[in-house]
């Protein structure tokens, strides 16, 4: 057995070389995070062309050249020291943290365990110094615009962690997919990749659907493309943009997921979970959906200082973006779903099929919470959000609902025992009311944004329609925009619409006003209390709160209360 020494020791400072080599324990595990930490801070210098040469697998030899915008020649030694960054001075920055790099910590950590030169191009001057065991040489050099950086020999002097390297072979593997994934992060910027002097790839900057396209072919596959949409959806200050296979194209194993935050890559539990919700009734159990997507929001909505590899991040608004992501994954599945039975829109030539499916509009905001959201919430019951219901709602007279029955009845637990509610009337009675009340005092219905707004096809005149009937549809609360001759979209709709597929609903009430000439009310309420009442837990107790305002007297014929007395009685022998 190990045995420990009891006597004591002073205590000492680490010498700055062994505090180092401690520190680059974190985020210098083998050749490919040297690779990522280096690529990250050409992206921070603004580069717009990288060429990455590797020796062995990067064991030997890494060289990153870009064309960023370099380092003065007093800054170089400050560079390679512990807690030097050029991109936070404060506590306060760390609240939105739009570069890559903020710990001041990667490039000291590196030439900590290898041999290290850096040469900048800074202002008509290019200088390099090298760092070896603890000490700089600054020497002039040549450089066009931009910084290399050469790590020789890594871990040299930590045998301990030289031994944990895998074959070159393997190393190669993980350095490629490193330089994959931050080519899929930014397409804006030219990668030239070579492993011991032979080119693995060379991509162009790409700005063109089809240069993007040819990017996305070489670094995934062509099966990906052929069924790949292109999706692009922006709402509330997030913006989702990529591709996506549908289920056409799926793998055995989640080794083809790349998901960017603010170019940035990411494993997220939230956001693992909203794709594979989306995908659940288009995917086979066991199979991983294939998809490259980017995430862009406020850097002030995502906290990236959360592990030192930055794999890993946190939302403020976790919700939120759960929320948004499935339900823009969902709408592009579906449209593409859709879309088989009709005509397709191909990209320019070249065979790809990646369909397109975009909406872009600024809606005054995201429903509050999730009080508000749309569709199905019953689809996050697995996930720890379990706030949704408030368990104070027990001692309220209607209580705390706790089921849906067979769509027309709600169960409840309040302190008397349990209550049925019967849905129809009850909600019959209440929207009347409510309409009512709302016309009265406001003049208009109570609207809510749709989370992702939706396209409905109509079979008359989408302009003339609108402008007949605009001021009635604004004071129901709806707001629809004309998008083609026959065609509207719907961005708000009147917020006691509550059913668990309000795209479904809005269709079938606009083909009804068209089709009967009807009244726009009596049509409205027919088709609230006829729907499918919401599967949220969040509505569920919404509508018993609503009904305790209007007045219970109201209601009485609506619910049956069955006391614990009753209950017990059903048992008695
Ligand atoms: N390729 C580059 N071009 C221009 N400046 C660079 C480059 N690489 C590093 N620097 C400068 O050197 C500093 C230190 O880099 P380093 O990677 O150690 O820290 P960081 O990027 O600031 O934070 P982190 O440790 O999170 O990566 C950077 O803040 C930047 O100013
Ligand atoms: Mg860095």
């Known amino acids: 057995m190990h045995s420990v020494s009891h006597s004591r020791q002073s205590i000492h400072q680490l010498s700055t070389q062994l505090a180092n080599q401690i520190a680059a324990g974190e985020v210098v595990e083998r050749p490919a995070s040297v690779i990522k930490e280096l690529l990250e801070n050409s992206l921070d210098a603004g580069a717009t062309q990288i060429d990455i040469d590797i ?14 915008f370099g380092i003065p020649q007093d800054e170089l030694a400050l560079a390679l020291s512990p807690h030097a960054t050029s991109k936070i001075r404060s506590l306060d920055d760390l609240i939105h943290i739009e570069s890559m790099g903020f710990r001041g910590e990667a490039l000291a ?66 350095v490629e997919d490193v330089v994959k994934r931050i080519a899929l992060a930014r397409f804006d910027v030219a990668f030239n990749f070579k492993h011991n002097q032979r080119q693995v790839f060379s991509l162009p900057v790409a700005t063109s659907d089809e240069n993007k396209l040819q990017r996305l072919t070489r670094l995934i596959n062509k099966e990906f493309i ?31 997921q790349y998901f960017f935050v603010n170019g940035r890559m990411i494993r997220d539990k939230v956001i693992t979970h909203a794709v594979r919700q ?8 066991g199979r991983f959906p294939v998809y490259v997507l980017h995430l862009e929001m406020d850097a002030e909505q995502v906290d990236v200082n959360v ?75 697995s996930l720890p959000y379990q706030n949704l219901t408030n368990n104070e709602d027990i001692s309220k007279p209607l209580g705390l609902a706790i089921a849906k029955l067979k ?14 509610l019967q849905l129809k009337q009850a909600r019959e009675i209440l929207v009347q009311q409510q309409i009512e009340n709302s016309l009265a005092t406001q003049s208009k219905l109570i609207s809510k944004p749709v989370l992702i707004p939706f396209n ?39 917020a006691m619409l509550n059913a668990t597929d309000i795209k479904h609903s809005v269709n079938e009430y606009v083909s009804y006003i068209i089709n009967n000439d009807s009244d726009l009310l009596p049509a409205l309420i027919n088709m609230i209390v006829n729907d499918d009442f919401s599967n949220s837990p969040t509505d569920w107790n919404t509508l018993l709160r609503d009904l305790e305002e209007c007045g219970l007297d109201k209601f009485e014929n609506c619910y049956h209360q069955i006391s614990d007395k009753d209950l017990s009685s059903f048992f008695k022998k």
Request: aromatic share 10%.
């Open 55 to 68: 020796q062995a697998g990067g064991t030997q030899l890494i060289r990153i050249r870009d064309n960023g």
């Open 109 to 174: 950590s590196i030439a900590s365990v290898s041999e290290l030169i850096l040469t900048s191009h800074y202002q008509d001057m290019a200088w390099s110094i090298k760092y070896k065991e603890g000490e700089f040489d600054l020497t002039p050099a040549s450089h066009p615009q931009g910084t290399t950086v050469e790590v020789n020999n890594l871990f040299h002097n930590t045998p301990a962690r030289r031994k944990f390297l895998k074959a070159d072979r393997t190393e190669y593997r993980h």
């Open 226 to 256: 052929q069924a790949a949409v292109h999706l692009n959806f922006e709402n509330a200050g997030l913006k989702l943009s990529g591709w996506l296979a549908t289920g056409e194209y799926s793998r055995s194993q989640s080794d083809m």
């Open 278 to 285: 989306a995908f659940q009734e288009t995917l086979f159990p």
């Open 307 to 381: 592990h030192p590899t930055k794999h890993e991040v946190r939302f403020r608004q976790g919700r939120l973006i759960h929320d948004f992501l499935f339900y823009s994954l969902r709408e592009a599945l579906a449209q593409e779903v859709g879309d088989k039975s009709g005509d397709s829109f191909k990209v320019a030539g070249k065979g790809f099929n990646a369909h397109t499916y975009s909406t872009s509009f600024n809606s005054s905001g995201f429903p509050s919470q999730h009080t508000h959201v749309s569709e199905a919430s019953a689809a996050y019951s």
């Open 407 to 420: 769509n027309d009845y709600l169960l409840a637990e309040n302190k008397d025992g349990l209550l049925v």
């Open 456 to 494: 409905v096809s109509i079979d008359t005149n989408a302009q003339s329609w609108l402008n007949k009937h605009e001021t009635d549809f604004q004071q129901l609360g709806f707001e629809f925009a004309v998008l083609g001759e026959n065609e509207i979209m719907v961005r708000q709709v009147p």
